[in-house]
């Protein structure tokens, strides 16, 4: 009999594996593959989600020779897929001639929104909430001591249920991916916020769409380090990228391949990260390259990447996971703003190296 969610919460993770092994009828090998043989231990992942049994393992590989802000550095990935840290290498050296990768980002807020509804008089209702923002904001500081929601903005939105009144909270999370302290903050504000406006607060969440918290990586290919015709055809390639959302959406798959993997090894949250770049892409209307490439007059070969990149050192798993401190040991990031620079990096560096495949030998495996 399977057992009952109620049952199985107030069972530890051995009990747990356990009872589906008598359940299910599991031999001892299967269980034994879901058990752990280092790094994270069953006790603390059963601290951080419902119902643990056990751990699936992903290989963890470093990819050597990245140069990012004159500083060397060694990534680690997490990936079941052969190739994407050899593709990382490789798109790394082929920019280290020119001095590696220039990264920056433009800082850590998150957005956190409420969503209003039934207002009667919208601008009245716009007026009075940023009139009263000192006290908005002070409500909302009561939540953390370390991270500082520090603005409030309102705007007007049509949509099938009518028009909205939205409510942007401006919140400062530092070294922090952000997410919990932002929900905790727009949850303790909405009631406040809805009695201000005089209608009905309904969803107060963070955004994922983190357009306050975005990295720009640009890397330079010099004449020479590829054949002429292979960087007329990463150009083209870039081009046809920009031209038609089908091949931007495996374009950016290129990006994501650098970016998912480390944000796996360091525990971060890989599907905040990615909704927020697609829906980045897709901000003009048109679904876009996060990257895109083209040659200057000296016929070098330019690369540049924007993305947004809502990541932490501290806080929610990353504090938990042992495998996720070494990672971060390794790649020697201290602060939010150096793992995002190395992340995008990653990025960029393995859509560079996919481009080049596919205009040469292609991506295939050949017999």
């Known amino acids: 009999m399977v057992p009952t969610s109620s049952r199985f919460s107030d069972l530890n993770p051995s009990e747990r594996l356990d009872l589906l092994r008598k359940v299910l009828g599991l031999t001892e090998e299967e269980a034994e593959t879901l058990r752990p043989t280092g790094g ?38 997490a990936t079941e897929q052969r190739s994407v840290i050899a593709m990382a290498e490789m798109g790394a050296s082929l920019v280290r001639g020119s001095g590696g990768f220039k990264a920056e980002s433009t800082g850590s807020t998150m957005i956190g929104q409420i969503q209003l509804m039934n207002i009667q008089d919208f601008e009245g209702a716009r007026m009075n909430i940023i009139a009263r923002k000192e006290e908005i904001l002070g409500l909302a500081n009561t939540q953390s001591r370390t991270r500082t929601a520090f603005d409030v903005e309102t705007r007007t939105l049509e949509s099938a249920v009518g028009p909205l009144l939205i409510v942007e909270l401006l ?25 201000i406006s005089g209608g009905r607060a309904n969803v107060g969440v963070l955004s994922n769409l983190a357009t306050r918290r975005i990295v720009r990586v640009e890397a330079t290919v010099e004449m020479g380090a590829l054949r002429g015709d292979i960087v007329e055809g990463v ?48 901000l003009t209307g048109r679904y876009l390259p996060l990257s895109t490439w083209h040659k200057d007059d000296e016929s070098n070969l330019l690369g540049e990447l924007v993305m947004p990149m809502q990541v932490g050192v501290v806080g929610g798993s990353i504090s938990t996971h042992p495998t996720a401190k070494t990672a971060l040991k390794i790649l020697g990031a201290k602060t939010a703003q150096e793992l995002e620079e190395v992340i995008a990096s990653a990025g960029l560096a393995s859509n560079l190296a996919a481009l080049v495949a596919l205009v040469s030998e292609g991506i295939t495996s050949k017999p």
């Open 40 to 77: 994270l231990r069953l006790d603390l992942a059963d601290g951080m989600i419902e119902n643990v049994i056990g751990l699936v393992s992903i290989p963890v590989g470093i990819a050597s020779g990245f140069l990012i802000n004159g500083r060397e550095c060694l990534v680690p990935m």
């Open 235 to 282: 150009v083209e390639a870039s081009s046809f990228a920009s031209a038609d959302p089908y091949r931007a959406a495996t374009h950016n798959k290129g990006v994501m391949n650098g970016v998912t993997a480390v944000l796996a090894a360091t525990s971060n949250d890989t599907r905040a990260v990615e909704a927020g770049a697609h829906a980045y892409a897709s």
């Open 171 to 195: 919140v400062d999370v530092r070294d922090s991916m952000g997410a919990n302290v932002v929900n905790s903050m727009v949850e303790a504000v909405s009631p406040l916020v809805a009695s």
